[in-house]
């Protein structure tokens, strides 16, 4: 595990070498005995709120910095954390696990530009594992304003059982296998359905949520937002387009998946098969399912064979998945910002990151070191498969929507209301899309005002 790093204090050499073998840093104001406190803010759920677990260690290798870790539910977080710093009670650390994300954190100016910090304290990426593409990520004009910690892809999951009984060979786990395409997906699928107006009687060969909604047209090649939206726009789209030809055809393809080629699970039977918020694909009466890297939770208790797939190419070369890399910030109000980023350091060694994927089921690291212990994780699905998606979902990942996008919550409230027609078979995405686009261009004027 990497040693905390001495910090460089001006005073005597002495005084500097006493500190660096004490542990303490500039922060305690000259006072040895008293240890530093930071806050990290964080989600209260078991894939997140297992860093309480890391907290003693830390400080037992950290004499000189106690850690407090304050929680609040994913539909709450904003909310809380606007108001502990209305209230003065800012936490150092913190990362966007509410509905909006890093754009917006940094259009509120709510982070600290950690790029001097790091070169301080000589921070390198390579000595965390963390790839360049994950790290720009969080850059912005060349400015580091977030560590990655945590990084998501969307994957495939496919029921081996199935596939076995349909005699049919298993989807590739190599993204650069040039024969699974989005059409040969449906072709496999169709192969798969079992089409009965009794959901206990049928099954389906698919279940599609390849991303946030706003994204779907950037997977067959086309976009909703303008490209630079995401570079010299600040995350301020000027505009939207959901009424393209590319775009239309893009949300009636997935639409066709459901109502026409009939092969993937509305949104009805998902929920009388599973439950509100369930798993369809965990009942065993779905082939093929596409999500985001959290599915894989529960796959050691399925009581059926489980494999892992790269998504299908659709029409974009470059992208095929979507990431969701979740960064560590320290915020701006933060009065110990060096020992916030030990704190962050910490948290990314090997030896930590592959204790964080035991204790929180499988989420997966930023640090490539520790891959490895994620890809182990899940005793129903074969390690080098998972290997082989997650490397493939990496390169040819884009990130999520929800981070890149200022005002992202308003946007996706609007989008999701008013597709509902669509992805309940009422109505054509010709038909809705135009007004649709203009809902959320009107919003995006009275902002620009």
């Known amino acids: 595990m990497k040693k905390a790093r001495p910090y460089v204090l001006l005073g005597s050499i002495a005084l500097t070498a006493a500190l660096a073998l004490s542990g303490c840093s500039s922060s305690d104001n000259g006072n040895s005995e008293k240890p530093i406190t930071i806050t990290q803010f964080t989600a209260d759920s078991s894939d997140k709120a297992y860093v309480e677990d890391l907290v003693k260690d ?10 407090k870790i304050v929680k609040a539910p994913y539909d709450q977080y904003e909310s809380k954390l606007q108001s502990l710093i209305a209230a003065g009670t800012t ?41 360049d593409e994950l790290m720009n990520i969080y850059k912005v004009e060349g400015k580091t304003y977030g560590l990655p910690v945590y990084s998501y892809t969307s994957l495939m999951l496919y029921n081996k059982d199935m596939f076995d009984k349909a005699n049919l060979p298993y989807p590739p786990a190599d993204y650069e296998d040039q024969s699974w395409t989005f059409d040969k997906m449906v072709e496999v699928a169709k192969k798969l359905t079992v089409t009965s107006n009794n959901p206990e009687e049928a099954q389906w060969g698919l279940d599609f949520n390849w991303g946030p909604r706003d994204m779907y047209p950037t997977y067959f090649g086309g976009g909703v937002y303008p490209p630079e939206t995401f570079t010299t726009g600040g995350g301020r789209p000027a505009k939207v387009d959901f009424s393209s030809p590319a ?33 369809a694909f965990s009942t065993g009466k779905v082939a093929m399912s596409v999500g985001g890297a ?9 009581s059926f064979k489980v494999g892992v797939a790269a998504i299908p190419s659709a029409g974009n070369d470059k992208v095929r998945d979507v990431l969701y890399v979740d960064p560590l910030f320290i915020l701006k109000d933060s009065k110990h910002p060096k020992e916030a980023l030990e704190w962050i350091e910490y948290q990314l060694t090997k030896d930590v990151q592959e204790k964080a994927v035991a204790l929180s089921g499988g989420t997966p690291p930023s640090n490539s070191e520790a891959a490895g212990k994620f890809y182990a994780n899940f005793s129903n699905i074969d390690p080098a498969d998972l290997q082989k998606v997650y ?33 309940n078979g009422k109505k054509a995405a010709a038909e809705l ?16 005002k």
């Open 247 to 279: 775009s239309i055809n893009a949300y009636q393809r997935l639409s066709d998946l459901m109502y026409k080629d009939k092969v993937s699970i509305d949104p009805i039977n998902a929920k009388v098969l599973s439950g509100q918020g369930g798993n």
């Open 391 to 423: 490397e493939g979902g990496i390169k040819y990942g884009i990130e999520s929507s929800n981070h890149l996008i200022v005002g992202y919550g308003e946007l996706d409230n609007i989008i999701k209301n008013e597709m509902q027609p669509l992805e």
């Open 294 to 302: 959290w599915i894989l939770a529960g796959s050691n208790d399925y």
């Open 91 to 131: 936490p150092d650390v913190t990362s966007h696990f509410g509905t909006n994300g890093f754009a917006d954190y940094m259009d509120k100016e709510m982070i600290m530009d950690m790029t001097d910090l790091l070169k301080e304290l000589n921070f390198n990426p390579a000595d965390y594992g963390l790839s």
């Open 433 to 448: 899309l135009p007004d649709l686009e203009k809902h959320v261009n009107d919003i995006l004027a009275k902002r620009k």
């Open 58 to 67: 830390f400080e037992a290798s950290h004499p000189n910095i106690k850690v």
